[in-house]
């Protein structure tokens, strides 16, 4: 239910991306702790391999999200484009995701999303994670939320016993699976 948009700075000349969510879809799919959570954590996050938040704002319709711009898109198209990555390319960004879960996971953060399409290249040939729609603060050690990708959950997310940050290191492992 949003859209993301490259925009310009007119004073600066910088360049960002502009996540636009619809407030009717976000209240429409009852997503609103989603929105506010993935707000306060970006906010939260400071780390080179995670996309910054530089700005949130709101109209009548509309919350506005400014982000970082990583003009190499997304892992997922280019791995669309070689099909399989080399294996140094590979522990290249596995390091860069292992980096940014270590970080999170000090700050009690699960991220829950991790695939393809959620890791951008930034300038300098590094990923970044982006989209935390789906991240939580874990602080009693455990969550119960049915979420993330199909392809991509650890078995505890699908059996609803509880899980915690080691689904993003299982994630994490499919991920390497498929850059292979």
């Known amino acids: 239910f949003g859209k993301v948009r490259l925009v310009r700075d007119r004073t600066s000349q910088r ?3 502009m996540k636009i969510i619809s407030k009717a879809k976000v209240l429409q799919y009852n997503q609103q702790e989603h929105i506010i959570s993935e707000k306060n954590i ?16 709101k109209d009548a319709d509309k919350l506005y999200m400014v982000l970082e711009y990583c003009p190499g ?3 997922f198209a280019l791995l669309q484009r070689h099909k399989r990555l080399k294996e140094e390319h590979c522990i290249f960004y596995a390091g860069s995701v292992m ?4 970080y999170l996971h000090n700050k009690q953060i699960a991220y829950r999303d ?3 399409e959620n890791l951008l290249v930034d300038a300098q040939g590094y990923l970044k994670i ?3 729609g789906f991240a939580k603060k874990v602080s009693n050690d455990r969550t119960f939320t049915l979420c993330g990708t199909p392809e991509y959950l650890a078995p505890e997310i699908i059996s609803n016993v509880g899980h915690n940050w080691a689904v993003d290191w299982w994630a994490l492992g499919i991920l390497i699976y498929e850059m292979l």
């Open 114 to 116: 991790l695939k393809p």
């Open 15 to 17: 360049v960002f991306a």
């Open 130 to 132: 982006c989209d935390f």
């Open 73 to 75: 898109g997304e892992l």
């Open 42 to 57: 970006l906010a939260e996050v400071d780390h080179p391999f995670v996309v910054q938040l530089v700005a949130t704002f």
């Open 99 to 102: 980096l940014a879960f270590e």
